[in-house]
């Protein structure tokens, strides 16, 4: 927990963080009936975690890392130096 909770702290989603941190909550309702009094959570289920959170938020991870790091080496490496 300790390497993940200052990323998450920091407010970046990311989808290793969230198979930590999801799940985690998912057992612990499941384990303690207390959890969750006062609010909804009857919609918080393994499933919609995999469809409405990890699936979108890789995806968004993998196109935004390859988008970004691609972009990040052709500037640094590949581009051509200006002539002048």
């Known amino acids: 927990m300790p390497p993940v909770a200052p990323f998450v702290a920091a407010g970046f989603e990311h989808s290793i963080a969230n198979m930590y941190f999801v799940p985690l909550a998912l057992l612990i309702r499941d384990f303690d009936p207390a959890f969750g ?48």
């Open 37 to 84: 009094r006062g609010l909804r959570v009857e919609w918080l289920g393994w499933g919609s975690f995999v469809a409405w959170n990890l699936v979108p938020v890789t995806v968004g991870n993998l196109i935004g890392g390859t988008v970004l790091v691609a972009a990040v080496y052709w500037f640094v490496y590949l581009r051509r130096p200006a002539r002048g």
